[in-house]
């Protein structure tokens, strides 16, 4: 059969079990074929899958469900909904106006830079490009684990191509064991002479254009010890502040000669500081070749798992190829925004309602995880408000609803901290996974439910029974 045919009555099936089941009804991707008009051929199915999954037509819920058809009915197979399709437009404000037009040419950006993605051979899902987005907002540093060959280094390197960002990228060595190799040193045999390393090189590079996004990707971050040749960096993105409407951080603690020479050649790195609009992504992959990351690093970070692989799927090398890139100048504009809330409070006073509500769902998750020793607190807090603001100010829902949104955050900001043994650490998990399924725990009010943290989790609780400890790494 012809694919656009295919491809057409695939779409008029899933029309028909939307029509007939709501816009609400979660599904195996098999239930679509009872309602198609004519017989699309096995081999052609899993092609149409990923085509209605970048037409907007359905969305993975990040869960798992059984198959419907006779062939494999009962097998565990991912489950999905309607996708942006058949998502009511946002509703009026108060003053019956829609929306900032802004909002909406985000949401347009980044779907036209999925299709852009895809004619360059890579495919990724509306829904994990817009989480990127968000989290390149919401941190200055980005970590993407997953299994080697699914993207976690193209992603940030196509994403910073197409938006007309700067870019550079550090391959990490496994003998890096201080700040040298990144920030640079004072050569032993010329003590006048700095030799600058790659990432004192790309803030130097970022600072001549203030208003262009950059983009430093550390290649297999974690084959030396984070914290042992970052965490300086760790420590200067705490400074983060405001001063006289500009973003500001203590300088960068580099090596340089001492006393300065006159005329002093180092004088600009002297006071260097880290720019806003720099963002650090890092690729990790987690085995016995590679360290795990300290709380120092999960807690500054948002952590993104890249594992999402469908072998079925493949690149039109076609659609969005005549996209030009000014299309996505919005999203350069956005993530460069001086403007962007560097302190909760920021966030908070533009939007006490989205942070109110994210905090209220942390509270329940600290709590609970409480009795076994687990903990997190402000600095988690505020990265999630400020991933929330982002996610509203631009009008995402279309892209990602609001309950996706805060599953994200849970997943990515507070199940990495989770680790340990025992049967009440046990206790706890089967509590909270309750809970994440939206499920009444008494006394804490019911959560939306979080399929992909309440998916993560149940791997990680049958970890713990199987092996007697558990870790967010690896499940």
């Not at 990144?182 to 990432?199: C, H, K, N, V, W």
């Not at 998750?365 to 988690?380: E, M, N």
């Amino acid at each position: 059969m012809d694919l656009a045919k295919a491809y057409q009555i695939a779409e008029d099936a899933v029309t028909a079990l939307v029509k007939d089941k709501g816009s609400q009804h979660k599904f195996p991707f098999d239930a679509i074929w009872k309602y198609a008009k004519s017989d699309v051929p096995s081999r052609q199915r899993p092609a149409m899958q990923r085509k209605l999954l970048t037409g907007g037509y359905i969305e993975p819920t990040g869960g798992f469900t059984t198959a419907e058809s006779e062939s494999r009915a009962g097998s565990p197979t991912k489950e999905y909904r309607p996708g942006p399709k058949f998502v009511q437009p946002p509703a009026k404000s108060k003053s019956g106006t829609q929306p900032a037009q802004g909002g909406a040419s985000v949401a347009s950006a980044l779907t036209n830079l999925v299709a852009a993605m895809d004619s360059r051979g890579f495919i990724v899902l509306p829904e994990q490009l817009t989480n990127f987005y968000l989290a390149l907002l919401s941190s200055p540093l980005v970590i993407m684990t997953g299994t080697s060959g699914t993207g976690k280094s193209r992603l940030p390197w196509l994403f910073a191509e197409l938006i007309g960002s700067g870019f550079k990228k550090v391959a990490v060595q496994p003998q890096w064991d201080d700040n040298s190799d990144m920030f640079g040193y004072t050569s032993p045999l010329q003590t006048t002479q700095f030799i600058r390393g790659e990432f004192t090189l790309a803030i130097e590079e970022a600072t001549k254009k203030p208003t262009v996004p950059f983009v430093v990707l550390l290649d297999e971050m974690n084959l030396a010890a984070v914290e042992h040749y970052f965490s300086d960096f760790l420590s200067v993105i705490e400074t983060r502040r405001r001063q006289s409407g500009s973003v500001i951080t203590d300088s960068l603690p580099l090596d340089l000669p001492q006393p300065p020479q006159s005329p002093d050649p180092y004088a600009s790195l002297r006071s260097l500081p880290l720019p806003h609009h720099v963002k650090v992504v890092g690729t990790a992959n987690m085995d016995e070749t590679t360290r795990s990351f300290s709380p120092k690093v999960l807690d500054r970070a948002f952590s993104i798992e890249f594992e999402d692989v469908d072998l079925s799927a493949f690149p039109s090398q076609a659609a969005g190829s005549e996209i030009k890139k000014s299309e996505f100048e919005i999203l350069a504009s956005r993530i460069a925004d001086s403007q962007n809330p560097v302190s909760v409070g920021e966030a908070y006073s533009k939007n006490p309602e989205i942070c109110q509500e994210a905090a209220s769902y942390l509270e329940t998750i600290r709590v609970i995880l409480a009795p076994s020793g687990l903990s997190f607190a402000y600095r988690t807090r505020d990265a999630v408000c400020y991933y929330m603001y982002h996610w509203q100010r631009d009008n995402l829902t279309s892209l990602l609803p609001k309950e996706d949104a805060l599953d994200y955050c849970v997943l990515q900001k507070v199940l990495p901290k989770v680790h340990g043994q025992g049967e009440l650490l046990n206790q706890v998990l089967e509590q909270l996974k309750t809970w994440l399924d939206g499920k009444k725990v008494e006394p804490y009010e019911n959560s939306p439910g979080f399929v992909r943290s309440s998916a993560k989790l149940d791997r990680m609780i049958k970890r713990l029974a199987a092996d007697g400890t558990t870790t967010y790494w690896g499940t």
